[in-house]
């Protein structure tokens, strides 16, 4: 066929799409060859040559990331000069490294590690430069630390913070052995333009930058026997935790999770899915409202399109790059902060806990949710709402520390009171969740009908597109919502910042009709969030995707309204969607910032 091509690596022929690359036909034949600065889910670099192979007929080694695959080619991965030269990079690497392992967060989960130890680099051949560096440690950020010691300069960092978010808070600094990554100015992570959102950590291969964890401070709450310490998990995180303990990845785990968090000494272990269900009550109510206001009253102060909240990296970087349109932001807290906040006060008051003695923990995909934890306007019960959150993979480290053997481990369920939840509120964790499962609730409740949509999935806002459009036409209204009748709802969903950024542009030129909005900072959603399992690649992406929606489509429940203790919650506590006690728990506002 004229688009493929075909070479032979290793006396082996394999025919590859043409523009693919050696590396990519090395790779259908399962030869492993070693990369660093190369990812998939960015633009190649090649810059860090610790990928090169011999081919025949050319005198230098060619980086087989940057070469593309050419009719004819004859490549051999495993000659001596091949492993020479890449022995030679990683020694390189190394003596400017500070390679003090067994201090490292990253230690066991490192590339750099992993390709010294495949080497068996023993010794040293070069000078060590380490001493000779003013090397910083930026621990500022409640999120996420930046050590230059151990940088390699591969630049997966600042290619992932330009082209998947858009946000370019890392560039490089300084030329030749200067070079290093930096932010605007070299300010702290926690003063620039970083949304928090994890991604250059889950693509970063050395231990340069890497989540703040709580470990240790979870580890003292839980044997301090005068606290009462409960823990949420989020949706994304039952379908990738049993990545890093051994499992495949779509794996689903929710069961073991559960009991992993009991053995682990949680006195309550409850679900994050509990308050995305009372999201959808209360962000739905609101779209209806806001829509009420501008088809009805004909009032002119309300702001649509109306963006969802749950994602705190968008929540930074609308701050940040379109804050002109914050009150187009729904004012709900997010599942993470609506739980918080409830911990404190619903579920004391239920238990009869002195709210002052519980540690609220929350366990998220996301990094950027440590920012949003410690954030001064989340702190509505009176205390800090979220006192820790843990991403997916520290939960992974407290399991393996504990000693527990997690693919035996039964299937158990979460605690009663703010542990019940619906399949709508699983798939949050994917791109397009919030919005299919708050078109379940919405549309119901003005027609009185499900959705018309086969089996309830709404199958236009799901997969790994980057903009996805879907309008729903609203007809034969229940008499309260008469003003919607013949309403052509019309939504859109974006996952990744620069996704994000493509919407907000269209808001801002005025060629956008859309209602509401569905945006994730990650790539894929929260399930493809920078607290998640590393590597997180497109194919694992997918995988973690389908788990979710089959989980969804396991649930007794599928909508957030016939949540049994959304119900219980209403009538106990909260009273209505968007009621007093409602607007002062699980709302809020967001600040302008700077956009540097
Ligand atoms: S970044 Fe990797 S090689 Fe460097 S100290 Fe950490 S674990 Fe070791
Ligand atoms: S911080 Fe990490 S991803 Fe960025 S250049 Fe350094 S090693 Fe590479
Ligand atoms: S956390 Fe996100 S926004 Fe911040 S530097 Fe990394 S990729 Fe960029
Ligand atoms: S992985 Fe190919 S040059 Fe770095």
Redesign the pocket.
């Known amino acids: 066929m004229a688009n493929t091509v075909k070479i032979n690596i290793d006396g082996i022929d394999v025919s590859i799409e043409a523009g693919k690359t050696v590396l990519d036909a090395a790779k259908k034949l399962n030869i492993h060859i070693p990369t660093l600065c190369y990812h998939e889910d960015l633009c190649v670099a090649g810059n860090c040559r610790v990928c090169v192979v011999e081919q025949e007929g050319v005198k230098n080694l060619v980086a087989s990331c940057a070469m593309p695959a050419q009719d004819g080619m004859v490549i051999h991965t495993n000659t001596h000069k091949v492993r020479n030269a890449r022995r030679h990079v990683i020694e390189l690497l190394l003596s400017e490294?500070?390679?003090?392992?067994t201090k490292?967060?990253?230690?066991t989960r490192?590339e750099?590690?992993d390709l010294?130890g495949e080497m068996v680099i023993n010794e040293h051949m070069f000078l060590d430069l380490v001493p000779d560096k003013n090397y910083t440690i930026d621990n500022l950020s409640p999120a996420i630390i930046k050590d230059d010691s151990?940088c390699i300069r591969c630049q997966r960092c600042v290619r992932t913070c330009d082209e998947l978010q858009h946000v370019s808070a890392l560039g490089v600094a300084y030329k030749g052995e200067h070079m290093k990554i930096s932010t605007f100015f070299e300010n702290p992570m926690y003063e620039v333009v970083c949304t928090n959102c994890g991604q250059c950590v889950i693509r970063c291969p050395?231990?340069?930058l890497v989540e703040k964890n709580y470990l240790d401070n979870v580890w003292d709450a839980i044997y301090d026997e005068d606290k009462h310490v409960i823990v949420q998990t989020a949706p994304a995180t039952r379908i990738a935790l049993g990545e890093d303990l051994g499992m495949e990845a779509g794996s689903i785990v929710t069961g073991k999770m559960a009991a992993a968090l009991r053995r682990l000494g949680f006195d309550s272990v409850l679900d994050t899915d509990f308050t995305a269900d009372l999201t959808i009550m209360e962000e739905g109510t609101e779209l209806l409202t806001r829509l009420k206001r501008a088809l009805v009253d004909k009032d002119p102060t309300v702001k649509l399109p109306m963006t969802t909240s749950c994602s705190p990296g968008w929540i930074k970087f609308i701050e940040h790059m379109y804050p002109e349109y914050l009150e187009n932001v729904s004012t709900c807290k997010s599942p993470q902060q609506m739980f918080g906040a409830l911990a404190k006060t619903y579920y004391a008051q239920k238990r009869g806990i002195d709210p002052s003695k519980i540690v609220s923990v929350s366990i998220m995909p996301c990094t950027a949710k440590k920012f949003e934890a410690n954030r001064p306007e989340m702190r509505d019960s009176g205390y800090q709402d979220v006192d820790m959150g843990l991403t997916t993979r520290e939960l992974a480290v407290m399991i393996k520390q504990a000693g527990i053997d997690f693919k035996e481990l039964p299937d158990e369920k979460f605690d009663s009171l703010m542990g019940k939840s619906s399949g709508a509120a699983v798939i949050f964790g994917a791109t397009g969740g919030v919005m299919e499962a708050a078109l379940r609730t919405a549309y119901e409740i003005v027609t009185g009908r499900e959705v018309p949509f086969k089996n309830l999935n709404i199958t236009p806002v799901r997969g790994m597109e980057g903009v996805k459009e879907a309008a729903v036409k609203i007809e034969n209204v229940l008499p309260a919502w008469s003003f919607l009748e013949g309403v052509e709802l019309k939504t859109v969903v974006a996952h990744g910042l620069t996704n994000a950024n493509k919407v907000m542009q269209a808001v801002k030129n005025g060629t956008a009709d859309w209602h509401f909005i569905e945006i994730m900072a990650c790539p894929g959603g929260c399930l493809g969030g920078g607290g998640q399992p590393i590597p997180t690649t497109p194919e694992i992406r997918k995988k973690r995707a389908e788990a979710i929606y089959r989980e969804d489509e396991g649930m007794a429940i599928r909508k957030s309204h016939e949540n049994p203790e959304i119900k219980q919650i209403y009538e106990e506590f909260l009273e209505e969607p968007l009621s007093h006690k409602s607007h002062w728990l699980l709302h809020t506002h967001y600040q302008a910032r700077k956009r540097e």
């Open positions: 490294h500070n390679a003090d392992c490292c967060y990253k230690n490192c750099l590690q010294a151990k050395t231990g340069a």
